[in-house]
């Protein structure tokens, strides 16, 4: 079955640096989503993005984040300037016009 | 105001039996989605519903959903020891493809 693959699984930062996490998505999927989960929080939305460009985003998603999908298969989300309260899961997601999404395993951010 | 929010918070079952989770949501949507998440790991989809659909099956699981109360449920029949999970239902504002989900059931099933 077609996964959805996010790497890395666990990335520790130090406060203030950028940090990119990536994802490959369904092939054949045109959505691409990132959403983050705080631990023992609910997931949020965090941005989505079709067509090359974002075409929805949360309150959350402030000047320090941006996505990108830099080739035919990458989708990545940069933290520019971490900071302790980013530390959370983040999970990247696909879909294709049906709406169903198909998530990663996500990344687990820990900005120290 | 909170889109998605289930109850009860937390489930605690003999294997065996079925476990009923509830959804409410506040705002009209085009689609709902139950989704499993065992602790510290991804979220699993298990079945999409169609504001235009009142039930949908799926091995086990059985969701219904109605639009006039704004609530879905989500049916686990003969439940196993690895149905414990949180189970979040995660609805759409009507528009556009984002999901905002509910804080989740929290599932145990004693073996």
């Known amino acids: 079955e077609p996964e959805v693959t996010q790497t890395p699984s666990h990335q520790v930062t130090q406060m203030g640096q950028e940090v990119i996490l990536r994802c490959v998505p369904i092939s054949n999927h045109l959505y691409f989503y990132w959403y983050r989960q705080i631990l023992g929080q609910k997931v949020e939305f965090l941005v989505s993005f079709y067509n090359n460009e974002i075409s929805e985003k949360s309150e959350i998603f402030d000047d320090q984040f941006s996505v990108e999908r830099p080739d035919g298969s990458n989708f990545t989300l940069k933290i520019r300037s971490t900071k302790l309260e980013d530390s959370a899961m983040y999970f990247c997601?696909?879909?294709?016009?049906?709406?169903?999404?198909?998530f990663g395993s996500g990344t687990r951010l820990t900005v120290v | 105001s909170q889109q998605g929010e289930e109850d009860p918070q937390a489930l605690s079952i003999q294997e065996g039996e079925n476990a009923t989770m509830n959804c409410s949501y506040k705002t009209s949507i085009n689609n709902l989605q139950w989704y499993r998440q065992n602790s510290g790991r991804g979220l699993v989809h298990l079945i999409l519903i169609r504001s235009n659909e009142r039930e949908k099956h799926s091995g086990r699981l059985r969701v219904t959903l109605d639009t006039s109360k704004k609530s879905s449920s989500l049916l686990i029949t003969a439940s196993r020891a690895a149905d414990t999970a949180s189970y979040f239902c995660?609805?759409?504002?009507?528009?556009?493809?984002?999901?905002?989900f509910g804080k989740g059931t929290r599932l145990l099933v004693k073996p």
């Open positions: 995660a609805t759409d504002k009507g528009q556009g493809f984002s999901f905002i």
């Open positions: 997601a696909s879909s294709d016009i049906s709406g169903g999404y198909t």
